[in-house]
C-alpha cells in the first residue's frame, strides 16, 4: 500500500457512509443516489493556509471551517446536504496533526450530514480544496438573480461576530484581555465553527425569491444580490442585529464588522413584505429599481474582502 493509500485509510476512510452514498472512498470515482424530481448543486471552497486560516490553528478547527464554509454555499441555495470530496496538500506528514485534522473533519462530516466520498492527497503547501454537493428539489433552487424591488432584505442570526473574533485572535482588540471566557467561547466558535443556515431550507424554498451567504461583508455581498437582480438596495445599519459579545466592544465598532467583516457565514435573503417574518431573520434593508447601494455613513466602506489584496487569513 502507498503511502498516500495509507493515509487515506487511516484517516478519512470511516467518513463516507451515508444515505445516498452507493460507492465512496476507494475506487476511481464515488457513485451517489440523488433523490427522484432533484436536482444536484455543487460548490467547492479552497482554503490556503495564512490566507484564509492561521497556519497554527488548531488542526480540528481548520478541518471543521472548511467543510461548514463551504456548505454555506449549499444552504444559501436551500439545498440539502448530500456528500463532500476533500482535495489536501499537505508540506509534510505529520501523524499528530492528521489525527487532530481527521478528527474536525469526522466532526464535520457527522454534523452537516456530508460523508467524505472521494478526494485527493498531494504534497506542498497546506491548502485544503473542499466540494460539496447537495440537492435540491428540480427547479426550485434559490438564486442571486430573483430580487424584486420591493422586496425585503433579510438576514440570519447576528453579524460581525467572525470579524470580531478575528480582532481578538489577531490582538487588535484593546481589552482583549477583558473577555470572559464565555466571550472567548462564543467568539471562537463563531469563527472556527461556523453554522450552515440548512435550518431555513424550507422557509427559503417557499418564500425566498434571492439568497446567498455572507461571506464577504453584508454591504459587498448585498450589492452584489442586487446587481444580480438588476436592482440597487438600501441597508438601515440600526437594524443589524448584534450579538451581545461583539456590542459589549462598542456600538461604532459592531457596526462596521456586521457591515464590513464577512465570515459569518448567515444568510442575506430577498423576500417579499408580504411575508410574515420569522424568529431568527431580521430585515435590515430593502431591494430597489434605483441601482448602487445605499447604507447612510458606511457608503465609503463598501469594500469587503479581496482575496488578491487581504493578508489576514481570512475566507
Known amino acids: 500500500m502507498s503511502i498516500e493509500a495509507e493515509i487515506i485509510y487511516r484517516y478519512f476512510s470511516a467518513f463516507g457512509a451515508g444515505e445516498a452514498v452507493t460507492l465512496g472512498v476507494g475506487d476511481d470515482a464515488a457513485v451517489l443516489r440523488l433523490p427522484p424530481e432533484h436536482e444536484l448543486v455543487v460548490s467547492t471552497d479552497t482554503q490556503v493556509a495564512g490566507h484564509h486560516f492561521f497556519p497554527d490553528a488548531f488542526p480540528e478547527d481548520i478541518a471543521y471551517r472548511a467543510v461548514a464554509t463551504a456548505a454555506s454555499d449549499l444552504a444559501a441555495m436551500a439545498a440539502s446536504p448530500l456528500s463532500m470530496t476533500l482535495a489536501l496538500t499537505l508540506p509534510e506528514i505529520d ?4 489525527h487532530s485534522f481527521s478528527q474536525g473533519l469526522g466532526h464535520a462530516s457527522g454534523t452537516l450530514k456530508l460523508p467524505l466520498v472521494g478526494g485527493d492527497l498531494t504534497r506542498g503547501p497546506l491548502t485544503l480544496s473542499v466540494t460539496v454537493m447537495g440537492t435540491v428539489p428540480s427547479g426550485r433552487c434559490v438564486r442571486r438573480d430573483g ?6 432584505l433579510g438576514v ?3 453579524l460581525g461576530d467572525a470579524a470580531c473574533a478575528l480582532a481578538w485572535l489577531t ?3 484593546p481589552d482583549r484581555q477583558t473577555l470572559s471566557e464565555q466571550d472567548e467561547s462564543f467568539l471562537n466558535a463563531r469563527f472556527f465553527q461556523p453554522t450552515p443556515r440548512f435550518e431555513w431550507q424550507d422557509w427559503l424554498l417557499e418564500n425566498a425569491h434571492a439568497a446567498m451567504d455572507i461571506s464577504d461583508g453584508l454591504l459587498l455581498d ?3 444580490l442586487a446587481e444580480a437582480s438588476g436592482l440597487g438596495v438600501h441597508i438601515n445599519p440600526d437594524q443589524l442585529p448584534l450579538s451581545l459579545t461583539t456590542r ?3 456600538l461604532k465598532e459592531a457596526t462596521r464588522w456586521a457591515l464590513t467583516g464577512g465570515d459569518d457565514y448567515e444568510l442575506a435573503i430577498a423576500f417579499p413584505p408580504t411575508v410574515a417574518i420569522p424568529s431568527g431573520i431580521t430585515v435590515v ?3 430597489t429599481d434605483a441601482h448602487g447601494l445605499h447604507c447612510p455613513g458606511y457608503e465609503a466602506e463598501i469594500i469587503g474582502f479581496d482575496h488578491f489584496a487581504a493578508r489576514e487569513p481570512h475566507e
Open 156 to 158: 440570519t442570526g447576528t
Open 285 to 287: 434593508g430593502e431591494f
Open 95 to 98: 501523524d499528530l496533526w492528521l
Open 171 to 173: 490582538g487588535e482588540l
Open 147 to 152: 430580487a424584486r424591488a420591493g422586496d425585503l
Open 248 to 250: 459589549q466592544r462598542g
Open 222 to 224: 448585498a450589492r452584489r
